[in-house]
């Protein structure tokens, strides 16, 4: 069935340094990939979607890359600050053709002082 | 603008007892969707409604139902609720079918006793 894996499940980083989320996906045919960042006692908050036919998108310090072949994508942060401290998913969708999306199990990211 | 409401925020039920949960989405947006949040999970599908007909089912018994109403807030009931149904439920909104672009409320943190 569809299934979207996501690792790492913990990330720790120092303030100012980048972290890297990767997810990949099964479904052939999904053609959009969100990332939503969570905070404690909020809900998903989408940051940054990328669709099948951009294989790189990016918003100030955070960008998406995507490789269809092998099924593939990745969340980048860059210069990383305090407040990007939250829970990440990744999460694919057939768009127009299904409308679902299917949620990774996130990624706990803690930026270091 | 305000972003897509949910209430109640917070709801205890026993066993075998009845809830409904709602939401009202992004002004302008005609599509609503219900997630089931386990902690420690990501978001699962429930449900899409758009224009008040049923656009999608995720895997869940028939116990959960949903409706929309013409103002496009929507209802998600639950019958006979089990220790299992403890989660954070979300609602998202979105101006059209499909995956794309959904946007969550805070959610209602529904504990069975």
């Known amino acids: 069935g569809e299934n979207v894996e996501q690792h790492p499940s913990t990330l720790s980083v120092q303030e100012g340094d980048s972290a890297v989320i990767k997810c990949t996906y099964s479904d052939s045919a999904s053609n959009y990939f969100p990332w939503y960042k969570q905070e404690l006692g909020k809900g998903p908050q989408l940051i940054i979607d990328?669709?099948?036919?951009?294989g790189e998108k990016k918003d100030q310090r955070i960008a998406v890359t995507l490789n269809k072949t092998a099924k593939h994508f990745s969340l980048h942060i860059t210069e990383t600050q305090p407040e990007d401290s939250a829970v990440y998913f990744c999460?694919?969708?057939?768009?127009?053709?299904?409308?679902?999306?299917?949620f990774g199990k996130g990624t706990r990211l803690h930026i270091l002082p | 603008d305000a972003g897509v409401t949910q209430s109640p925020t917070h709801l205890i039920k026993t066993r075998g007892q009845q809830v409904t949960l709602r939401c009202s989405p992004i002004s302008g947006h005609k599509s609503v969707s219900w997630y089931q949040q386990v902690l420690g999970q990501g978001p699962q599908f429930i449900f899409q409604?758009?224009?008040?007909?049923e656009r999608g089912r995720g895997n869940f018994p028939d116990r959960f139902s949903a409706r929309q109403f013409p103002n496009y807030s929507s209802e998600l009931n639950v019958n006979a609720l089990l220790l299992g149904d403890s989660a954070l439920y979300l609602c998202?909104?979105?101006w059209g079918t499909g995956g794309y672009e959904q946007y969550f409320g805070p959610g209602t943190r529904l504990t069975v006793t």
């Open positions: 999460a694919a969708s057939r768009g127009n053709r299904d409308d679902k999306i299917i």
């Open positions: 409604y758009y224009e008040k007909e």
């Open positions: 990328i669709r099948s036919n951009v």
């Open positions: 998202a909104s979105s």
